[in-house]
């Protein structure tokens, strides 16, 4: 669905009032007539789990920000094995400016919604505002510092705490509430087989360390995906925080 509208009565187009990326992502840079702009060039894509939203060493064409959902980052072996490298969620942008191809393959692991514009229409807006580039810039070190915190998990956390800690990213990145009010409720976006390959584990290992935090009190899960969490203090101490 393209995202052309009539707004001659508002500074900030009607489609990016509202939006989590106006508010909180990389649009957050940008002055109305340039969100005015931009909102003439994009489109709004639902993916459903399982497609593809970027092809490792793909022609980089655009960009996006992804408005709900999780998408998972892969990258693949020769052999045809995956490894799955990180995880991107509302209000994140997704792609990697200055660069002809990509190197990842990124996948909805749930239903995806995304706003999404040509890459020339954003690479230009860089050149123009530097607002844009310092909030990119400030997204791709958040991502460094998180992927550094990543590799401590792996390398030398516990399987409870490795699972714990993923609960724990889920819970902080899926539900706003859980900053304020210690408390979360989500759905995993992976599957056990995936949340085994992100951490490194068995899926017997991931279910037996989900239902050990089940049977401590630490969560609640439902329908085997629904997950309520009562105290997220309690989490992050099991995650080796």
């Not at 064409?61 to 709900?68: E, G, K, Q, R, T």
Request: proline share 4%; charged share 25%; with cysteine.
């Amino acid at each position: 669905m393209n995202l052309r509208q009539d707004i001659h009565n508002s500074d900030t187009p009607v489609v990016c009032q509202a939006c989590e990326a106006r508010h909180r992502g990389v649009c957050g840079a940008l002055e109305p007539h340039q969100l005015l702009t931009l909102s003439k060039h994009s489109t709004k894509l639902t993916l459903e789990p399982g497609m593809e939203l970027i092809g490792d060493s793909e022609k980089v064409d655009s960009y996006s920000n992804i408005l709900a959902g999780v998408v998972k980052l892969t990258k693949m072996l020769s052999d045809g094995r995956q490894q799955i490298v990180g995880l991107q969620f509302a209000p994140d942008f997704l792609g990697r400016p200055f660069r002809s191809e990509s190197s990842i393959n990124a996948e909805a692991a749930t239903e995806v919604l995304t706003c999404t514009f040509p890459k020339g229409v954003i690479d230009r807006m860089i050149r123009e505002s530097p607002g844009l580039e310092h909030k990119l810039l400030q997204q791709t070190l958040k991502e460094l510092d998180e992927a550094r915190e990543w590799m401590v998990t792996l390398g030398r956390k516990t399987a409870s705490e490795k699972v714990a800690s993923f609960l724990l990213l889920i819970a902080r990145n899926i539900d706003p509430a859980a900053a304020d009010h210690k408390q979360a409720t989500f759905d995993l976006p992976l599957t056990r087989a995936d949340i085994a390959d992100f951490l490194g584990l068995t899926i017997e290992t991931v279910s037996r360390q989900l239902t050990k935090l089940r049977i401590d009190g630490v969560i609640q899960i439902e329908n085997n995906r629904h997950v309520t969490v009562k105290d997220i203090n309690r989490l992050e101490r099991r995650s080796g925080i």
